[in-house]
């Protein structure tokens, strides 16, 4: 893979900007730091180096430069993050590169062939016009068009299939890349999307995964069709991963650190045009666990604009539970009955602003809700609006928060604040199913040894003098890639930092392992400097002799019990004079320890 443009997309981009399009970087020093993405914490222990340009996680040891980062937060292969970054740094990559080929670049390749054969339709085929024509009636104007890459699907079984076939794509792979059906009554599958306005739907890198199509017209002998169809899931869309419009809403959300969520594709197209750029939309599905995911990378206050009646059980209001219950900031933008943003906005863009500007804090707005919907005089009424508040009151997480909403449930029905208590600890929440995370192959926990090994490095990294508490023997202790860069240091004894720097220049061309564990063992002794490093120095060093002794310890009675099984009395002998020795070494430590204190 030699002549693949690694370091020129590296020379290109930014580690900084290319973590910091998925998660929220702080910058601390010369570093940037963050909660992990790759395990759950409460204090940062992420950071990015923009100087070694690298990103390295103390807590769970993930690291690596912008392709491991890639690979990792998007679950893909090398090939993948690649062509991700690839894309991103305007770096061409010269086509049919085998080692590249991946079953998802096939599928990428699919999704955007698709989606020009279904702009050029939009374009130029007649029926294609008139699509054109109700997308701008309806206010889409030719830049949205262009910038969301809308197109038609034309009215015909194998269309947009034979066009792939004649591509060199398979009918099996169109199948699988949800745009074609399986046929029962003949061998041919059929397109999916017949006769119908095509949404195309990106990832967070504007690729294109999936597609939406929806009628604009009445189709012939299909009286009852749905408005609007999905593909299903495939290698590339998951429909609870994707949120429309995210690609291009995600610094904006960071901006004003708000997301505005709908519910519909032409929303979402129609709020960009009109400058509220920070509005997404669920295709088709309540929120989910892993869209809340996504979006707290961004923001942590959410607008929802969705069909919100307090009463009636709707998977939309799930999801606003599960998105309080993750400790977002919920507020409902209410809208005229039967109308939905598109249609706002295309009448008026200012009556959406103030809309929004209107937002109500989801609490106030469910309390408002259920109490015009009820009397709350009456026992009845009473009753049923408890019924309705009780569960949301259940799912705030914050205790003052919650104790603050019985309250105020209490004031309002004129009851005791002990009976809403004692109703709401019947109240059972409904568990979410939530299927496991995928594995982005977490690495293993570092073993104490290998912490210990790595902060002796950093300790001399920042404080040379460290090296005279390093004896020869000791250098045994240490595992072989350690070993090699302490042997090298103990040999020419740099006494400041550019000889330091000099040093490691020197190793990092030993390999390409090597000089990533340069790289992160720098930025550890660039995060955590050590007040006292001599002393730290010396308490490394006893903890590994006495890790390495109990492990020599640990052989040695593995060696004695195979001697003992073999009935070698002599052997056994030796081997139980030199556990002893070892042992008694152990207690030393151990004594030494226990004086200290
Ligand atoms: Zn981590």
């Given at each position: 893979m030699s002549n693949l443009p690694i370091q020129e997309i590296k020379d290109r981009l930014d580690i900084v900007e290319v973590v910091g399009s998925y998660?929220?970087?702080?910058?601390?020093?010369?570093?940037?730091?963050?909660?992990?993405?790759?395990?759950?914490?409460?204090?940062?222990?992420?950071?990015?180096?923009?100087?070694?340009?690298?990103?390295?996680c103390f807590g769970c040891g993930a690291s690596g430069d912008i392709f491991k980062f890639i690979m990792l937060i998007e679950g893909v292969e090398f090939g993948d993050a690649l062509r991700i970054l690839a894309r991103r740094a305007g770096v061409e990559l010269k086509p049919y590169r085998p080692e590249l080929k991946?079953?998802?670049?096939?599928?990428?390749?699919?999704?955007?062939?698709?989606?020009?054969?279904?702009?050029?339709?939009?374009?130029?085929?007649?029926?294609?016009?008139?699509?054109?024509?109700?997308?701008?009636?309806?206010?889409?104007?030719?830049?949205?068009?262009?910038?969301?890459?809308?197109?038609?699907?034309p009215n015909t079984w194998q269309g947009l299939s034979d066009f792939l076939v004649g591509k060199g794509y398979k009918r099996g792979e169109v199948v699988e890349a949800g745009l074609a059906i399986e046929s029962e009554k003949s061998q041919m599958p059929y397109d999916r999307f017949r006769g119908r306005i095509i949404f195309p739907i990106f990832d967070l890198n504007s690729q294109v995964v999936g597609f939406a199509g929806r009628v604009f017209e009445k189709v012939q002998n299909e009286e009852e069709i749905a408005k609007y169809i999905n593909i299903p899931n495939t290698l590339l869309y998951d429909k609870s991963r994707v949120l429309y419009g995210l690609n291009f809403a995600k610094m904006k959300i960071r901006e004003k650190d708000a997301c505005i969520l709908?519910?519909?594709?032409m929303d979402v197209i129609l709020a960009h045009q009109a400058g509220f750029e920070n509005t997404v939309a669920t295709s088709g599905t309540a929120l989910t666990p892993y869209q809340l995911k996504i979006l707290k990378r961004y923001t942590n206050n959410l607008l929802t604009a969705f069909d919100m009646d307090v009463a009636g059980d709707m998977a939309t209001k799930r999801g606003i539970d599960l998105a309080q219950k993750e400790d977002f900031n919920v507020k409902v933008i209410t809208m005229p009955k039967e109308s939905d943003p598109a249609d706002i906005i295309a009448q008026n863009p200012k009556t959406w602003a103030s809309l929004i500007n209107k937002a109500k804090e989801i609490?106030?707005?469910?309390?408002?809700?259920?109490?015009?919907?009820?009397?709350?005089?009456?026992?009845?009424?009473?009753?049923?609006?408890?019924?309705?508040?009780?569960?949301?009151?259940?799912?705030?997480?914050?205790?003052?928060?919650?104790?603050?909403?019985?309250?105020?449930?209490?004031?309002?029905?004129k009851v005791s604040q002990e009976a809403i208590a004692e109703e709401l600890k019947k109240i059972i929440p409904k568990s979410e199913e939530i299927s496991p995370e995928p594995q982005v192959s977490p690495p293993a926990p570092k073993t104490r040894k290998e912490i210990l090994e790595e902060k002796v490095v950093s300790l001399i990294f920042n404080s040379p003098q460290c090296l005279n508490y390093l004896e020869k023997e000791d250098l045994e202790v240490f595992s072989p890639q350690i070993k090699t860069i302490l042997t090298c240091f103990k040999k020419e004894m740099p006494t400041n930092s550019q000889a330091i720097d000099k040093l490691i220049k020197k190793l990092e061309k030993e390999s390409e392992e090597m000089k990533?564990?340069?790289?992160?063992?720098?930025?550890?002794?660039?995060?955590?400097?050590?007040?006292?490093?001599?002393k730290e120095m010396r308490i490394c060093l006893k903890s590994l002799k006495e890790i390495a002794t109990q492990n020599a310890l640990n052989q040695l009675s593995k060696e004695i019990q195979i001697a003992e099984v073999a009935g070698d009395e002599k052997k056994v002998k030796n081997l139980i004079q030199k556990f002893n020795r070892l042992a008694k070494i152990l207690t030393g430590f151990q004594k030494n320890a226990k004086n200290k204190i």
């Open positions: 998660i929220k970087l702080q910058k601390t020093g010369q570093n940037y730091r963050a909660l992990c993405p790759f395990h759950s914490e409460k204090k940062p222990s992420f950071f990015v180096s923009p100087a070694r340009q690298i990103f390295k991946t079953k998802r670049s096939r599928m990428y390749e699919i999704c955007e062939l698709s989606c020009r054969f279904f702009e050029k339709q939009l374009e130029e085929s007649s029926v294609g016009k008139r699509a054109k024509e109700y997308l701008l009636k309806r206010g889409v104007t030719e830049e949205s068009i262009k910038k969301w890459r809308l197109g038609y699907a709908t519910e519909g594709y609490m106030n707005f469910y309390f408002e809700s259920a109490l015009s919907a009820f009397d709350k005089e009456s026992p009845e009424g009473k009753k049923e609006i408890a019924k309705l508040l009780l569960p949301k009151i259940k799912v705030i997480s914050n205790k003052i928060l919650q104790s603050h909403w019985i309250q105020k449930l209490a004031e309002a029905l990533n564990l340069l790289l992160t063992l720098s930025l550890r002794a660039e995060i955590e400097k050590e007040p006292e490093p001599e």
